[in-house]
C-alpha cells in the first residue's frame, strides 16, 4: 500500500476503535522509515547500488513483517 492509504487505512480504524471497535497500539498510524536494503513487498531493494534499482523485492523480510 502506498503511504496515503497505509495513512488513510490508519485513520479510519482508529476512528472505528473510538465508536467500539477494537483497540489499536499506541504507536497506530506512526510512520517508520525501512532503509533501503530492507526487503518490502513489490518495493526496490537496490541496496544503495544503482545497477540494482529494478531490484524488486518478491516478499517482506523479517524485520520489515515483524513491524
Do not use: C, W, Y
Amino acid at each position: 500500500a502506498s503511504a496515503m492509504q497505509a495513512a488513510k487505512a490508519a485513520d479510519e480504524t482508529l476512528a472505528a476503535s473510538k465508536r467500539g471497535g477494537s483497540e489499536v497500539g499506541p504507536l497506530h498510524g506512526v510512520p517508520v522509515t525501512i532503509k533501503i536494503n530492507i526487503d518490502v513487498e513489490g518495493q526496490a531493494n537496490s541496496n544503495g547500488v544503482v545497477a540494482f534499482k529494478d531490484n524488486i523485492a518478491p516478499g517482506d523480510s523479517p524485520v520489515t513483517a515483524n513491524l
